[in-house]
C-alpha cells in the first residue's frame, strides 16, 4: 500500500532540522513506523503519527544521528555516505506501511520484505497485488522451496547412495503441517524414530511454536502429517521443548514400517573422519522427498544455541526438522535453517538429552533449560525483487579470494585463517 503527499516547510529541514517535521499524507496508525520516499526513491524519513496538520516524520539526518551513538564508530563513515533508496515508481512522494527500520542499516530498504496487500493467503504467504506484480517481485521464504536431489531421479546425491539407504529414507521421513482453523501457518520435514516403546515422528518445535510468541506454542493447534504413501493424517503433539526445538509428533491409526533407531545406534560422529553428509527433507504439499550433501564444517553462526554445529549443505525451510545422515545413513542430527552459510544443526547427543527428560511424562510436556530462552528465527515468507533476494543469499565473503590456510565463519562472520 502507498499514499503520496507534499512536505509542509521547507524540504531542506529533512537534511539538517532538530525537531519532527509533517507532510500531507494521510495515513492510520498501522503505517507508524513506515518510511518515507522523495519520487526518486531518496529516503527521506520515517513516519509517526497523523495529526490535525499532517503526517509528523523523523528526518533521515536525525535518524543517523540517533543511530550513530550505537554503532561502532568504523561503520559511522560507511552509515553516513549510505544512499536509502528504492526501486519505486515516479508518485510525488510515497509512503509505506510497516517497514523494519534495522534494515536501513545494511545500505538499503529491503521493500520486497513487506506484505504490501495486507492480506493473507490459506498458507499464511502474502497475496500479491498489483504493485508486487508490476515490479516483477517474486514470493520467496515458503515452504514449497525444493532443494537438492528429488527421490527417483537416479541423480546426484541419491545415485551416491546404496538402495537400502535410499529406500530408508523414503519411507521415515514425512512432512508435517500445522494449522490454525484451515489456515497453516508452518510446515517442516520429520522423521519416524523408535523411542520409549512405540513409533513416534522427531521434528521441530518450530512446527507447533506460536508466530506471534516465540517462547509459546501456537493454541487449538491442528497438525497434519502427510505420510510417504501420499495419505493425510491426524498428527498429535505428544512432548516438545521450544528451548532446544525439539518435538515428538504421534499419528493416529498408522506406524510406520521404516523408523530409526537413534538412542541404540553407537555412531559417533564427532570422531569420525569421513565429514560427509546428507540432509534429507519432504515438501507437504507436494510429497517431494529431496536430498544435497556436503561436508561437516567448524562454522559458527549467529543463532543462540552455541551447541549447534554447521554443515555446508544448502536446505530450504522446508527441510527445517529433517534427518542429517551420513553416506551410511547413519542419523547425526536433526537440520535448522540458515539462509546464508549452510544448515544449522542439533546433534543426536543433545536430542538423546532431551527425549530421556520426555520418558515417563504422560501428557504434552515442556522441556527447558531455565535458563535464558533460545531464539531460533526464520525469515518470514514475502514478495522481493530478484536481484534482492539473490545478494540475501550470498555468504559474507563470498566471492572473495581464499588464503592459503582457507577460511571458517565465526559467529556468521568470515574469517580467513592465518
Given at each position: ?10 524540504s ?7 525537531e519532527?517535521m509533517?507532510?500531507?499524507c494521510?495515513?492510520s496508525k ?9 519520487c526518486?526513491?531518496n ?6 503519527f ?13 535518524i ?13 563513515r ?41 492480506d493473507?493467503d ?8 498489483a ?17 537438492g ?12 547412495l ?16 500445522s ?36 517462547n ?9 502429517v ?26 493416529k491409526?498408522?506406524?510406520s514400517?521404516?523408523s530409526?533407531?537413534?538412542?541404540e ?8 573422519s569421513?565429514?560427509n ?19 561437516g ?12 554445529r ?11 526438522g ?33 527425549l530421556k527428560h ?30 534482492d533476494?539473490v ?14 590456510f582457507g ?12
Amino acid at each position: 500500500m502507498a499514499t503520496t503527499g507534499i512536505l509542509i516547510g521547507d524540504s531542506s529541514g529533512s537534511e539538517d532540522g532538530e525537531e519532527l517535521m509533517l507532510s500531507t499524507c494521510k495515513i492510520s496508525k498501522a503505517w507508524e513506523g513506515g518510511p518515507l520516499f522523495y519520487c526518486d526513491g531518496n529516503f527521506v524519513g520515517m513516519n509517526l503519527f497523523l495529526d490535525g496538520e499532517g503526517t509528523s516524520f523523523v528526518p533521515k539526518s536525525i535518524i543517523i544521528e540517533r543511530l550513530e551513538k550505537y554503532m561502532p564508530k568504523k561503520e559511522v563513515r560507511t552509515f553516513r555516505n549510505t544512499e536509502f533508496r528504492k526501486r519505486v515508481h515516479p508518485w510525488p512522494y510515497c509512503s509505506y506501511p510497516r517497514a523494519n527500520l534495522l534494515y536501513y542499516l545494511h545500505g538499503y530498504v529491503r521493500f520486497g520484505d513487506i506484505d504490501r496487500s495486507g492480506d493473507l493467503d490459506s498458507r499464511s504467504y502474502p497475496k500479491p497485488s498489483a504493485a508486487t506484480i508490476s515490479e516483477g517481485l517474486k514470493l520467496v521464504n515458503t515452504f514449497e522451496e525444493t532443494f537438492g536431489d528429488l527421490y527417483g531421479s537416479g541423480e546426484g546425491v541419491w545415485s551416491q547412495l546404496d538402495k537400502t539407504v535410499c529406500q530408508n529414507l523414503c519411507r521415515a521421513v514425512v512432512s508435517l503441517g500445522s494449522f490454525s482453523g484451515e489456515t497453516r501457518f508452518f510446515a517442516c520435514t520429520g522423521l519416524f524414530i523408535e523411542w520409549n516403546g512405540c513409533t513416534i515422528i522427531l521434528t521441530s518445535a518450530s512446527l507447533v511454536r506460536d508466530p506471534n510468541d516465540e517462547n509459546k506454542i501456537a493454541e487449538k493447534l491442528k497438525i497434519k502429517v502427510l505420510l510417504p504413501n501420499k495419505q493425510c493424517k491426524e498428527g498429535i503433539l505428544q512432548h516438545y521443548s521450544l528451548h532446544y526445538n525439539v518435538a515428538l509428533v504421534g499419528v493416529k491409526d498408522f506406524r510406520s514400517l521404516r523408523s530409526f533407531r537413534i538412542l541404540e545406534d553407537r555412531f559417533n560422529y564427532r570422531s569420525h573422519s569421513d565429514r560427509n553428509v546428507v540432509a534429507v527433507g519432504r515438501c507437504f504439499d507436494s510429497g517431494l522427498l529431496m536430498a544435497t550433501c556436503g561436508r561437516g564444517t567448524d562454522w559458527s553462526g549467529v543463532l543462540d544455541y552455541r551447541d549447534l554445529r554447521y554443515t555446508s549443505c544448502k536446505i530450504t525451510k522446508a527441510g527445517i526438522g529433517g534427518p542429517l545422515v551420513d553416506f551410511s545413513g547413519r542419523f547425526i542430527g536433526m537440520n535448522f535453517y540458515d539462509k546464508k552459510i549452510g544448515t544449522p544443526f542439533i546433534f543426536r547427543d543433545c536430542i538423546i538429552r532431551v527425549l530421556k527428560h520426555f520418558e515417563g511424562k504422560r501428557t504434552v510436556d515442556e522441556s527447558g533449560s531455565g535458563g535464558t530462552p533460545i531464539r531460533w528465527p526464520l525469515p518470514k515468507p514475502c514478495w522481493r525483487h530478484p536481484d534482492d533476494e539473490v545478494k540475501d543469499l550470498l555468504p559474507p565473503g563470498d566471492g572473495e579470494e581464499s588464503g592459503p590456510f582457507g577460511f571458517t565463519y565465526s559467529d556468521g562472520v568470515r574469517v580467513d585463517y592465518h
